[in-house]
């Protein structure tokens, strides 16, 4: 298990009790390779539990604007306690190693030391021109280094624009098959973390099985239920869009593979996690509340927004049962995420907790539940037809007002309330979430 500093003569150890954090070597080969550089190890290669720690980077290489130290994307390690044969050649920019006296003493005393031993005065001037020519090596090492980190940050970019672009293609070309899009999101997911993959797995799975379940019931109150369960392309886009864009974010900020949800280490990777996570428990707090709260409910649902009593399947309607049913949906995903997090993670006991995603899965079933029976009690048309006696999402002139304006469909709503509840509540997380 990697505790240990990998810096030469440095003998810091993990402890949660001392004000010394550990940083993992980049994952980026040049920045790696810089770094490798800098530890001035011969034939040293960092491994996947390689670290340094924090005493060997300056105040300056700190990200200061949140309660936790982390590093920024260009920090490199420029403080080590080398020997002085070391210290010299880190000095001079150079692989050649130069005697103490050339690196330490300076030219001055250099001169009286060689001339006291004989040396003539051009060789003198020859040692002089040869620090001189070194030094400007150094500077020259330094510019390229500076256009080297700016060439890799505009590729960065340029790598992210054509991302997004591939992605937003993918969604276009699978309008026309929903099996096709959900392949394509599967795919993503599942590159990238296996615990995504699992939760959006879990998702489907049991949001397919409780839209079937009483079906003969909802058929009589819904005037849209299909039987079987079966989605469209536009309910697999607004349900996987979200968590198929923060899948992609998540490889181009840590690459593919699980890691822990530890803000204080990786704190830009663990709020797209818990982004993805929040869209996904959202979506099946929804789904769960509406197709188990019609069907269990004793008492008629009430409108979010006035707390009046209106006909089951009404949009914004709520119970108590389905509130439940949410936060059940939303602990669930929670709960896989957290499983297959014990089974692929291999850093959890050097990492801050890892429960209170089970927690937070549940918050966002139940919060985007809620946010989402808000949007369809005052944005989503809700009609009585008194002919038939159910409920319809269209004003025609059979139906009778109930709640909403006809501005946004049942698919709207649910890809509004993914990507607010996937916005809020990662940067509540951080507050809250367990330290190491």
């Not at 250099?110 to 040396?119: I, P, Q, S, V, Y």
Request: proline residues 5%; charged residues 15%; glycine residues 8%.
């Amino acid at each position: 298990m990697p505790t240990n500093c990998a810096a030469a003569g440095c003998a810091n150890t993990y402890n949660k009790h001392i004000n010394i954090s550990f940083h993992r070597f980049p994952l980026d080969p040049k920045r790696r390779k810089e770094w490798v550089r800098l530890v001035r190890r011969k034939n040293f290669v960092p491994g996947k539990h390689t670290f340094l720690c924090s005493k060997h980077f300056e105040a300056s290489c700190f990200d200061l604007t949140g309660q936790t130290r982390r590093l920024k994307m260009d920090a490199v390690p420029t403080i080590f306690d080398f020997c002085t044969h070391i210290k010299s050649m880190f000095q001079l920019g150079t692989t050649e190693a130069l005697p103490p006296s050339k690196a330490v003493l300076g030219p001055a005393v250099e001169h009286r030391r060689k001339t006291a031993h004989g040396m003539t005065a051009p060789r003198i001037q020859g040692v002089q021109l040869l620090h001189t020519k070194r030094a400007l090596f150094s500077m020259t090492d330094l510019d390229d280094n500076i256009c080297q980190r700016y060439i890799e940050m505009i590729t960065n970019i340029v790598v992210l624009s054509l991302i997004i672009c591939i992605s937003l293609a993918f969604w276009i070309m699978s309008m026309t098959a929903s099996t096709y899009y959900a392949l394509v999101v599967g795919f993503i997911l599942t590159i990238a973390n296996f615990s995504f993959f699992t939760s959006l797995l879990m998702f489907f799975l049991s949001s397919s099985k409780l839209t079937k379940w009483k079906g003969e019931i909802k058929k009589r109150v819904d005037s849209e239920y299909k039987e079987g369960g079966q989605r469209n392309w536009i309910q697999v886009f607004c349900n996987g869009a979200v968590p198929t864009e923060l899948a992609l974010l998540y490889m181009i900020e840590s690459g593919p593979g699980e890691i822990p949800i530890d803000f204080s280490k990786q704190y830009s990777a663990s709020w797209m996690c818990l982004s993805l996570l929040a869209a996904l428990a959202c979506s099946a707090g929804d789904t769960w509340a509406s197709e188990v709260g019609p069907v269990l409910s004793k008492s008629p649902p009430r409108l979010i927004t006035t707390w009046k009593k209106v006909p089951v399947g009404t949009n914004g309607g709520v119970t108590v049962v389905g509130l439940t049913s949410s936060l059940l949906g939303g602990t669930f995903v929670g709960l896989t995420y957290f499983l297959t997090q014990l089974a692929f993670v291999s850093d959890l006991d050097i990492s801050a907790p890892q429960w209170p995603i089970i927690a937070f899965g549940g918050l966002a079933g139940l919060l985007g539940s809620i946010v989402d029976s808000y949007l369809g009690a005052t944005m989503q048309f809700t009609g009585l037809d008194e002919s038939t006696g159910m409920v319809v999402n269209s004003p025609t002139k059979e139906a009778k007002h109930v709640a909403g304006k006809p501005i946004l469909d049942n698919n709207a709503v649910n890809l509004f309330s993914s990507v607010l509840v996937a916005l809020l509540l990662p940067t509540a997380a951080w507050g809250f979430w367990p330290r190491e």
